[in-house]
């Protein structure tokens, strides 16, 4: 299986952007859908988005509001998310994972992910 290292996370204000990276090491994921999920403090991990392999198809969840674009780098072997307009209810980890049925269940390992978080 690939190994998963999310980065880009940190503290910002609300309102703020943050461009969080997903890049995949021992096996290509170009030919995979891949995905972002987050856990807040004492919440169930949930979906945030997905994208397919050829980046023409995404989906998102329902609080991503046309806030965050999911896009990929094949060549990179890296898949991104950008978040513009975030809200303190956006704190949680964010971690990235392959897509293994389309578009929110993801496959049963995950990495460290990276800490956003987001004051008011």
């Known amino acids: 299986q690939e190994q998963l290292a999310e980065s880009g996370g940190g503290l910002v204000q609300g309102g703020g952007s943050l461009r969080l990276s997903c890049a995949a090491s021992g096996r290509a994921v170009s030919s995979y859908s891949m995905g972002w999920f987050r856990q807040a403090p004492g919440k169930e991990r949930e979906f945030v988005a997905a994208i397919n392999w050829n980046e023409r198809i995404t989906h998102y969840a329902y609080f991503v509001k046309g806030r965050f674009t999911i896009f990929r780098d094949n060549a990179k072997n890296t898949v991104y998310l950008q978040m513009n307009s975030l809200e303190p209810e956006d704190t949680a980890v964010y971690y990235c994972?392959?897509?293994?049925?389309?578009?929110?269940?993801?496959?049963?390992?995950w990495g460290q992910g990276t800490q956003v978080t987001v004051s008011s």
């Open positions: 994972n392959r897509i293994i049925s389309w578009p929110t269940q993801p496959a049963d390992y």
